[in-house]
DNA sequence: AGAAGGACCAGTGGTCCGTA
DNA sequence: AGAAGGACCAGTGGTCCGTA
């Protein structure tokens, strides 16, 4: 409380032209520098060079990750795409870094975050996955929800969605109902649901998804068949 | 990471003489005014005006708390102090403010804490509980905890303490070994022992007390008779 | 247009140290 | 001296919005 007295409060507006966003020019090979910082380095350095990943043979300009695309369970994307199957088992690495910064911390005697929170997503920087980063995990989260909670509905999905035509930001709307659908059989409580998977409740639950639970609680008793959602 | 670099790293030296600490001079009943700010005034203002508050009847200067003085269980502090039993209690409206903001939240389908947090803290303000405070409760947490955990042990120690007339800090350093004692019989594990007490764990484990435990841990597996660590 | 992610900001955990 | 607590600060959760 050193700023004002109340201010447009979380989610609001009130953002604009604030200190001019000034991005620092992009240096290949960022990542590697800030070594020797304490706070403990990779444990291995898994590059894991594997999946989708941008960046090319070629040269300095540091790529983005393509943009994924709606797949269908097991299927590749094509060219500069990256599939479903690949941004789920991203929340898998997390989860695995999670654990490795968890056995680091409780070595040395230090707190362990029972969460993927930003000192995971540091971590796993170090171990060289610059391509995982937290607005887009956080972005996700509720697709991987749903897969890990119904893979079959889940797959019927991304099946449905593909067939459709439908881009990413299509279906990652959709994988919403399905998922308010299995809170409503808990009693709406959402943050019980994730608590009670184990890959799950090692992350955050995701503002819109609670309100949306709370929100679909509020209309009566109905367990809601909730036609997607139409915009928001 | 906007600052610098690296710096004096958390519990380190480095504060000194920092942007000249200027205090608010005191207002008398600073606490009624920011009401109407929305986050949820106090569900009941139950200003709990009992036990052994300061402040006296008379004027307007801002009073501090009674210091602790070391008590008998049972027994009620002598005049401008206050017992062990008062500040186990203050514990326990802490819980009382946690689980009202957990409801409060639940409600308006906001994420709930699960730990006293700021926000907590906040609440018991509001509710007029103006001798809760952080510092202080972060401060005898252990002592809370021994509490809770072995209520024989910390009986026993209050009276030794009382009858050698030691002070309140003294008798805080003693409660660390027993507890590092009871962590040790759970494989040092000291967030499991905390987590797995209804009332202990809505409170974070304090640093120092996971450091004893961890270079307890270290020492062997001789389960620690340690006395009173001379100084820290 | 649709999407990836750097960077920002309000409010947190943690506790020092000026105060009484 | 011993102790209570205002106030500070580094790093967090959350996500906007300039970027490609």
Same mark, same amino acid.
């Not at 004002?4 to 090979?29: C, D, F, S, T, V």
């Not at 043979?57 to 299927?75: D, S």
């Given at each position: 409380?050193?700023?004002?007295?109340?201010?447009?409060k979380?989610?609001?507006?009130?953002?604009?032209?604030?200190?001019?966003?000034?991005?620092?020019?992009?240096?290949?090979?960022?990542?590697?520098?800030?070594e020797?910082?304490?706070d403990?380095?990779?444990?291995?350095?898994?590059?894991?060079?594997?999946?989708?990943?941008?960046?090319g043979?070629?040269?300095?300009?540091r790529?983005?990750?393509?943009?994924?695309?709606?797949?269908?369970?097991?299927?590749?994307?094509? *060219?500069?795409?990256?599939?479903?199957?690949? =941004?789920?088992?991203? %929340?898998?690495?997390? +989860?695995?870094?999670? /654990?490795q910064? $968890?056995?680091?911390?409780?070595?040395?005697?230090?707190?362990a975050?029972?969460?993927?929170?930003?000192?995971?997503f540091?971590?796993?920087?170090?171990?060289?996955?610059?391509?995982?980063?937290?607005?887009?995990?956080r972005?996700?989260?509720?697709?991987?929800a749903?897969?890990?909670?119904?893979?079959?509905?889940?797959?019927?999905?991304?099946?449905?969605?593909?067939?459709?035509?439908?881009?990413?930001?299509?279906?990652?709307?959709?994988?919403?109902?399905?998922?308010?659908?299995?809170?409503?059989?808990?009693?709406?409580?959402?943050? *019980?649901?994730?608590a009670?998977?184990?890959? =799950?409740?090692?992350? %955050?639950?995701?503002? +819109?998804?609670?309100? /949306?639970?709370? $929100?679909?609680?509020?209309?009566?008793?109905?367990?809601?068949?909730?036609?997607?959602?139409?915009?928001?």
């Amino acid at each position: 409380m050193v700023t004002g007295k109340k201010q447009a409060k979380k989610g609001g507006a009130a953002r604009k032209g604030k200190k001019a966003r000034r991005k620092r020019e992009l240096r290949p090979l960022d990542v590697l520098e800030d070594e020797g910082d304490e706070d403990g380095g990779c444990a291995s350095e898994s590059t894991e060079s594997s999946a989708g990943g941008g960046g090319g043979g070629g040269g300095g300009e540091r790529q983005r990750e393509h943009p994924f695309v709606v797949t269908e369970p097991g299927e590749v994307a094509r *060219a500069k795409k990256n599939g479903l199957d690949y =941004l789920f088992h991203l %929340y898998e690495q997390c +989860r695995v870094f999670l /654990l490795q910064v $968890q056995s680091i911390a409780k070595l040395g005697g230090h707190k362990a975050p029972t969460k993927v929170t930003n000192q995971v997503f540091r971590y796993a920087k170090k171990c060289g996955a610059s391509y995982i980063n937290k607005p887009k995990m956080r972005h996700y989260v509720h697709c991987y929800a749903l897969h890990c909670l119904d893979e079959e509905a889940s797959n019927a999905l991304r099946r449905a969605y593909k067939a459709r035509g439908e881009n990413v930001g299509a279906w990652r709307q959709a994988c919403y109902a399905p998922l308010v659908e299995i809170a409503a059989r808990h009693g709406f409580d959402v943050d *019980a649901v994730f608590a009670a998977h184990p890959r =799950l409740a090692i992350w %955050y639950v995701p503002t +819109r998804l609670r309100q /949306l639970c709370h $929100q679909a609680r509020g209309c009566g008793s109905h367990a809601a068949a909730l036609p997607p959602p139409p915009m928001f």
